[in-house]
């Protein structure tokens, strides 16, 4: 629990161990499909995260209810009827290559499949109204009868001058959200006129499917200023946040797929240029993007370079009292909006998510529950995060670990939660301060119990601790 908290975009979501005795699932993906084949029905994951401490209040003392629809005797009974369950974790092997292809990143995530594996349809998240669930039952099968992707993508390859196949397959791959449409924009935008980009419907055609910020699509896409400022003028704050993202995902993906760092400067520039006149908050995007294109290419020694410069400037430069004064404005303004602001502790980082899926382990199911950000303390948190990748690196420059635990310190005076301590004790150690850091390793201990999380982990590292075998 290193990387304790990120800005990854997330619900309350919740499933239910009563689920597991009423429904007819079948014990793993193979023989679901194996069913699916001989019965001729699709199928659905029903996907959770491993066990996690579930909040029962929210700040203001209001109780949480987690009683879930998907219960209900008739919705289990239309299930049954109408699809082949499988029930599983978000890491199960078996359904790795399923979460990733369909960008699933909210649990308990319901994927609908085609016996050959293929997605046609997915919804997330928890209700107490079984109409939410026969909603998505109905709108399911509506999708089941559609062209299927993988019969679209075969057409297009037959006929690749064939514009309306073309955006068939765009269409039918941004309604299941999968946004890596990059390529097959560069290809539509090849069939277009001059005037074509005068057109308002057009250029948001193109930006909604997430164009690499240096491919041709983007710039012919903003060759009318006037129509780009309109557009990020008329259309919801959330759709223009969404394509934004959309572009500096697909333009760094490929960039760290290449390992082309002028790629990555253009995604990173792109990213820079939506906070306007913000310039601080512009230059944090920026380097915050370029140290995630270093980490992911392995360039330690640039990304100790950038990140020791972005953290001293933007995080250590102020004061630790200004920061909770502007966290604790944060924290009321996402109340105001309606947001579990006090479910910090219960967070799934992307990093912990990855993990998870990429962990060995028994196949059962838990109460789950991923929620999320806007998150309280998030100065805390990317401190903690920065301080504990420098000790990842592996690195034992002094200076780079001094770093770190100085860092590590203030993430803990501003917020003080287990996970926090638990990082400056392996830096402590790293750094051959056996015996602070072995205080700090049952300081997280402690603070965990209060959390009422699993110290399991925390334990093991401390016996390694003082037998030094970290």
């Known amino acids: 629990m290193k990387n304790f908290l990120t800005t990854l975009a997330i619900t309350i979501l919740f499933f239910s161990n009563a689920f597991a005795q009423k429904l007819n699932t079948q014990s793993s993906l193979e023989k679901a499909i194996q069913q699916s084949v001989k019965k001729d029905k699709p199928i659905i994951l029903i996907v ?15 109780k949480i209810n987690f009683t879930s629809a998907i219960d209900d005797a008739e919705v289990i009974e239309r299930i049954n009827q109408n699809f082949i369950a499988y029930k599983t974790i978000m890491n199960d092997t078996s359904i790795r290559s399923i979460l990733s292809k369909s960008a699933i990143n909210s649990f308990p995530a319901y994927i609908f499949l085609r016996s050959n594996k293929e997605v046609f349809f997915k919804d997330y998240g928890n209700s107490t109204s079984k109409q939410r669930y026969f909603y998505m039952i109905d709108n399911a099968l509506k999708a089941l ?106 333009t760094m993906n490929d960039a760290i797929k290449a390992k082309n760092i ?52 933007y995080y250590m430069r102020i004061g630790a009292d200004s920061i909770k004064k ?55 948190n990317e401190l903690n995060n920065a301080a504990y990748k420098f000790y990842e690196t592996g690195k034992k420059n002094i200076n780079h670990l001094t770093k770190a635990m100085i860092w ?50 925390l334990q093991e590292e401390l016996k390694k601790m003082r037998a030094r075998q970290i």
């Open 408 to 457: 590590s310190r203030r993430s803990i005076e501003l917020h003080p939660i287990s996970a926090y301590y638990d990082t400056l004790a392996h830096i402590l150690y790293r750094l051959e301060y056996y015996e602070e850091a072995i205080k700090n390793q049952q300081l997280a201990i402690e603070k965990s119990k209060f959390e009422n999380h699993d110290t399991k982990h």
């Open 262 to 313: 002028a790629k990555a400067q253009s995604a990173a520039s792109f990213t820079r240029g939506t906070w306007s006149n913000d310039y601080i908050k512009g230059s944090k995007a920026y380097d915050s993007q370029m140290m995630r294109y270093y980490l992911a290419v392995k360039d330690t020694a640039r990304y100790l370079q950038t990140a020791t410069y972005h953290y001293d400037s």
């Open 145 to 250: 009868k559609e062209k299927p992707i993988s019969e679209l993508e075969l057409e297009y390859a037959a006929n690749k001058t064939d514009v309306q196949l073309l955006k068939n397959l765009i269409d039918a791959r941004k309604k299941l959200g999968q946004n890596n449409n990059a390529e097959l924009i560069e290809e539509y935008v090849k069939s277009l006129k001059i005037d074509d980009f005068n057109n308002y419907q057009t250029v948001l055609y193109i930006l909604e499917a997430g164009p690499h910020t240096d491919g041709n699509a983007y710039k012919f896409a903003h060759t009318n200023r006037k129509l780009i400022d309109s557009i990020y003028r008329m259309e919801p704050f959330a759709k223009r946040s969404t394509f934004n993202n959309f572009m500096i995902n697909n």
């Open 326 to 380: 502007m966290e604790a404005a944060e924290l009321k303004a996402m109340e105001r909006r309606g947001l579990p602001a006090t479910l910090n502790q219960n967070i799934v980082s992307k990093e912990k998510m990855d993990s998870l899926m990429k962990a060995k382990g028994a196949n059962m199911i838990t109460q789950s529950i991923v929620a999320v950000g806007p998150t309280s303390s998030s100065y805390a």
């Open 48 to 62: 959770s995260v491993p066990n996690m401490n579930v909040p029962q209040t929210t700040s203001n003392g209001t």
